[in-house]
């Protein structure tokens, strides 16, 4: 049971590069999110998909893209990293609308931007 | 919008009981939940509550006031590895994801 994979674990990026953090998950879960971290923040949603084809943005969208091709997949794009984007990035993903099953977390993507 | 409002540290000593609180504001409501965080790994769900009451698992207890828009997490006989961080997080829209509050530290010492 691999449940959520992300790649990479951690990754460093000049300013102005652009990258995709990869999410899969292998539970036939049709609910999947995106969340930055940053001390002192707790977890900030950035763009979240509730099936594939549908994604809709969270509290901190911008300077990030999502697409939902499969129910598995849910990669999250920098389209031009900025230092303000370095932060560990963590996907989810859930069974349920409620919340009630829980969200299964994967172990995160430590970013940095020089 | 939706917010969430918890105390950022909690102390306590092996043994004790601790009460993790968490006040929130939604234009809906579609449940509480709550998520441990140990440093430098993944949030694990621990619990949910869309009742008012108090759900009990094991040594944890989380309970609900809707009226209050309050909830709290509950820890009793603490262990040195319930040192970590605790979420609350709501639903405040059907079909939205799960927004979190800026979580709740806590140190067990011996």
């Known amino acids: 049971n691999a449940g959520v994979t992300q790649t990479p674990k951690f990754q460093v990026l000049k300013t102005g590069q652009s990258m995709t953090l990869q999410c899969a998950q292998d539970m036939n879960h049709e609910y999947m999110s995106w969340y930055r971290q940053d001390p002192g923040m707790g977890l900030r949603l950035i763009h979240y998909?509730?099936?594939?084809?549908?994604?809709d943005q969270g509290e901190v969208p911008n300077g990030y893209n999502v697409s939902r091709s499969t129910t598995e997949d849910f990669p999250l794009r920098l389209l031009s990293a900025a230092p303000s984007q370095t932060s560990v990035y963590f996907c989810?993903?859930?069974?349920?609308?409620?919340?009630?099953?829980?969200?299964?977390f994967g172990s995160g993507t430590r970013l940095t931007v020089v | 919008g939706q917010s969430l409002e918890q105390p950022s540290e909690v102390t306590a000593v092996e043994g004790a009981i601790v009460q993790m609180n968490c006040t929130y504001q939604t234009s809906g409501f579609y449940g509480l939940s709550w998520y441990q965080q140990h440093d430098g790994g993944a949030p694990t769900f621990l619990s949910y509550?869309?009742?008012?009451g108090l759900e009990e698992t094991g040594r944890f207890s989380s309970f609900l006031s809707r009226s209050d828009s309050y909830g709290y997490l509950l820890l009793q006989e603490l262990q040195m590895k319930d040192s970590a961080s605790y979420f609350c997080?709501?639903?405040?829209?059907?079909?939205?994801?799960?927004?979190f509050g800026k979580g709740t530290t806590l140190s067990v010492s011996s």
């Open positions: 998909s509730v099936g594939a084809g549908i994604t």
């Open positions: 509550n869309a009742l008012d």
């Open positions: 997080a709501v639903r405040g829209q059907a079909g939205t994801a799960l927004i």
């Open positions: 989810a993903s859930s069974y349920a609308a409620t919340g009630q099953s829980g969200y299964t």
